[in-house]
């Protein structure tokens, strides 16, 4: 009697032993920090385009396109516990300027007298705010000012001063000047136009701040953007 009851209870503990270690190997372990950098993709969202990068080395990237609306944000990213923070910050590579076209400035009010007047931003697209812009005479008079939200800086210069060429740069960066010479006709007028490559210095970032709770699967979810959203890892 003993032997048949050690058998049955043999035949009975091996199949829960083997049922409990398939329970355990499909609970998944904890996403290592490591594990994160890749590409992630929204999901569940009809009409609605979004991805995000996480870099290995902090850095992020991210767009969401959704009817004519188009969104992109890059900064740097943290994770605390099962929370990853994203905080966007301005292009780190600085734009490229160029002259505008004749054909693509459109002057709606003429320079005042005695100032200089600098237009920056992209044809088609908009003014560009916070780029600094040193105008330099044909003396070598200098001058500087940072574009507003309509994409002009302005300098009092004195009649007797012809403008040479102009320096430009983001504010706040500390990067080197971009120097372009002044058409004739537009020194001659005291305003002029310059473009930038880059419309990231144009379109405001899609978010400032924006807080991801790591799922056990390792998908990303966030309720900052106003709506509850999934970022699947591919």
């Known amino acids: 009697m003993k032997i048949k009851t050690s058998l049955r209870l043999a035949v009975i503990t091996i199949p829960l032993l083997l049922a409990l270690g398939q329970s355990q190997a499909q609970i998944p372990g904890p996403v290592r920090t490591a594990d994160l950098p890749g590409h992630y993709y929204l999901q569940g969202q009809r009409e609605v385009g979004s991805e995000l990068l996480l870099r290995a ?65 992209l044809p088609g697209i908009g003014p560009a705010a916070g780029m600094e812009v040193q105008f330099q005479a044909r003396s070598g008079k200098t001058a500087t000012a940072v574009t507003d939200s309509a994409g002009d800086a302005k300098v009092a210069m004195p009649a007797t001063e012809v403008w040479l060429r102009a320096g430009l740069r983001p504010q706040g960066q500390g990067g080197k000047w971009q120097w372009l010479d002044v058409p004739a006709e537009r020194a001659e007028a005291r305003i002029a136009g310059f473009a930038i490559d880059d419309a990231r210095h144009i379109v405001p970032a899609g978010f400032k701040r924006m807080e ?23």
């Open 57 to 121: 080395d902090g850095s992020f990237a991210w767009m969401m396109s959704y009817g004519a609306v188009d969104k992109q944000a890059e900064g740097r990213w943290t994770r605390q516990g099962q929370t990853l923070t994203l905080l966007s910050s301005r292009p780190s590579k600085a734009p490229v300027f160029r002259v505008f076209e004749d054909d693509e400035l459109s002057i709606l009010k003429p320079a005042a007298e005695g100032s200089w007047v600098a237009i920056v931003g």
């Open 212 to 234: 991801l709770r790591l799922t056990g699967s390792g998908s990303l979810r966030t309720e900052s953007l106003g709506s509850p959203m999934t970022y699947v890892k591919e």
